[in-house]
């Protein structure tokens, strides 16, 4: 008997990853969790699979007073944390290249104390002038930093072969609101080329969100049902379980529309909708981004309520465990009005989505960590099963599956055994885990690659990020303006204030998975 499997793979097609060029990594909050838990483990990754030379070192600023061998110590540590799977002896050898300058971010001698210690290290390990300069500090200090970079010379905009070699990394949230990041980019444009700025949004780093143009534009099946004629409605949903950890002070001014909807929300949503860019370019690609976040319809102040709410939690139950409400969470004050949770509905106005609505969801301490796409398919114009009670048959569902369990799945209805008209809704299921065997790479280990190699296409562009601003412009008025977020207790699936912005609709959310 053949054995019948879902997915197997017949063919691959790989491309040789490309290494990183010689480089200088230049990170300043490097005594932060950001680096710490992150980049320290991803470079050590690169570093392992053979995609970072020896000619390579990173030098570490912050304000906490480490040597480097105390700094060495700490990034051990964080990549200890982070991997099962470490060999000591290249750990020890990777680490070796770590070096860190101490001192306040807006001091002028602190930059000729790292123009000096640029010099010496690219000297000790062949580097050509190749720095990148990655902020993974408060974004407050983001124009402190840039300014001091470009009156230090080193961020050469205006030399053109130097400009190849110079890279500014910077952090989301870029900006607050459209004005500040308008402001913050005429900052960053004073000192570094566009072609120098790499702005991250870590999603666009997950290799399932990558898969997003893959599955779209490597196949041929999929585009001619991808628009309104076929689609009904389209779900994302972002759910975390966890709550603000130790980022009050972050969070308490961001909330969920500047941490989560602004940018990996809106990222997501651009690459399931846009049109196919000419090539796989970076350019090619950000512009159709752009260009689709141009046409979605504009919230208005008069509507708002019926096409984006907010919430935020209370005390409640969180796998398992008790949780305190944001209010009582530690630096948050008694009375926030932050929202927690946010909920919308938008529109497309162009040719292929005109009138099919993309529901939005994104929240802290819900009931369960999922994040996906979800692809709901009109249903079949005619039943011709009406005669036998089959009248109302359901849609197929495709759920681009992002996180945690990283997959594709595909429902539809087939003939089951038994008497002559019966069927089910099956499931088919492509789990990564199983088909690749391998665990998928951390999103920041994609990004520090590109960046490493010059490849922008996994990076926001200016427009991109102020157009998403623009859009969230009147949003952010409303809110700021009185009202404020409903409660919902920690730990919970749905709530009446989401459901009613949905169920209007005559459609539900879909149900939270690994529930
Ligand atoms: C970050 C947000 O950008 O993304 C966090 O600041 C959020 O609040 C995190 O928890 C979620 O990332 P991931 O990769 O765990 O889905």
Request: aromatic share 14%; net charge negative.
């Given at each position: 008997m053949h054995e019948i499997r879902p997915f197997v793979i017949q063919q691959d097609i790989v491309c040789a990853e490309v290494p990183a060029n010689p480089n200088g990594l230049v990170v300043f909050g490097a005594s932060g969790d950001l680096s710490r838990r992150k980049l320290f483990g991803s470079m050590y990754q690169l570093s392992k699979h053979n995609l970072l030379g020896k000619r390579f070192y990173l030098l570490g600023f912050g304000r906490k007073e480490f040597t480097d061998e105390q700094f060495r110590e700490f990034a051990w540590e964080g990549i200890q944390e982070g991997s099962s799977d470490i060999s000591a002896v290249d750990l020890e050898s990777f680490i070796s290249r770590f070096y860190y300058i101490s001192g306040d971010y807006d001091d002028v001698s602190f930059y000729e104390k790292v123009k000096k210690r640029l010099g010496e290290l690219d000297k000790k390990y062949d580097v050509d002038g190749t720095h990148i300069f990655y902020l993974a500090v408060p974004p407050f200090l983001y124009s402190t930093i840039v300014k001091h970079l470009g009156s230090a010379g080193l961020s050469c905009p205006a030399d053109a072969e130097l400009k190849q070699k110079v890279r500014l990394v910077i952090e989301k949230?870029?900006?607050?609101?459209?004005?500040?990041?308008?402001?913050?980019?005429?900052?960053?444009?004073?000192?570094?080329?566009?072609?120098?700025?790499?702005?991250?949004?870590?999603?666009?780093?997950?290799?399932?969100?990558?898969?997003?143009?893959?599955?779209?534009?490597?196949?041929?099946?999929?585009?001619?049902?991808?628009?309104?004629?076929?689609?009904?409605?389209?779900?994302?949903?972002?759910?975390?379980?966890l709550g603000i950890e130790h980022r009050s002070g972050y969070y308490d001014k961001a909330g969920a529309l500047r941490d989560i909807f602004q940018n990996h929300m809106l990222q997501m949503l651009a690459l399931v909708a846009m049109e196919s860019p000419t090539s796989f370019e970076a350019d090619h690609i950000r512009d159709e981004k752009v260009k689709l976040l141009r046409s979605i319809r504009p919230f208005k102040p008069e509507n708002l309520k019926d096409v984006i709410v907010r919430g935020q939690y209370s005390a409640g139950t969180v796998d398992g465990q008790k949780v305190v409400g944001y209010c009582e969470e530690s630096g948050v004050e008694g009375d926030s009005m932050t929202e927690t949770f946010i909920a919308a509905k938008l529109f497309m106005d162009n040719l292929r989505w005109k009138d099919v609505p993309f529901y939005l969801r994104t929240g802290k301490r819900l009931a369960a960590k999922d994040t996906e796409i979800a692809i709901t398919f009109k249903k079949v114009p005619h039943s011709m099963f009406v005669s036998v009670g089959l009248e109302d048959m359901p849609a197929n569902v495709l759920v681009l599956q992002i996180q945690p369990e990283e997959g594709i799945s595909l429902s539809f209805q087939a003939k089951r055994p038994g008497s002559k008209v019966c069927m089910s809704t099956l499931n088919m299921n492509f789990s990564y885990g199983e088909i690749f065997g391998t665990e998928v790479p951390e999103a920041y280990q994609r990004l520090l690659l590109d960046c490493m190699v010059g490849d922008q296409t996994l990076f926001t562009r200016q427009d991109d990020v102020e157009m998403a601003w623009q859009l969230l412009k009147p949003v952010m008025e409303a809110w700021e303006s009185g009202g404020k977020p409903f409660e919902y207790a920690a730990g919970s699936e749905s709530f009446a204030e989401a459901d009613a912005l949905i169920e209007s609709d005559g459609r539900k959310w879909r149900k939270l998975s690994g529930i």
């Open positions: 949230p870029f900006g607050r609101d459209l004005a500040s990041a308008v402001e913050l980019n005429e900052v960053v444009h004073r000192c570094f080329d566009e072609s120098q700025i790499y702005r991250i949004d870590h999603y666009l780093g997950k290799e399932t969100v990558q898969n997003i143009l893959m599955f779209r534009f490597a196949n041929a099946i999929f585009e001619p049902v991808w628009n309104r004629d076929y689609i009904d409605n389209v779900q994302i949903t972002i759910s975390e379980t």
